[in-house]
């Protein structure tokens, strides 16, 4: 999906507090929102690197 390395993109969040990115252009799909950082898709994942530690779901993180 995101094989066109300059193509703009911004990072995402689902209620979970899993990141991922997505395109800037289109509105975030549903359960998504922004975070206010976009740029191109490495600097986007290196944001998401930065500010994501735990891959599991916030609901999985809450019960152990």
């Known amino acids: 999906m995101f094989d066109d390395e300059h193509r703009p993109v911004k990072v995402v969040v ?3 507090g899993q990141m991922s990115i997505w395109f800037a252009e289109s ?3 549903a359960g998504w929102r922004e975070v206010g950082f976009s740029g191109p898709k490495a600097a986007c994942l290196g944001y ?3 500010h994501w530690h ?3 779901p ?3 993180i809450r019960r152990t």
């Open 14 to 16: 689902n209620d979970q």
């Open 27 to 29: 509105a975030p799909p």
């Open 48 to 50: 998401i690197d930065e």
């Open 54 to 56: 735990d891959l599991a």
């Open 58 to 60: 916030e609901n999985l």
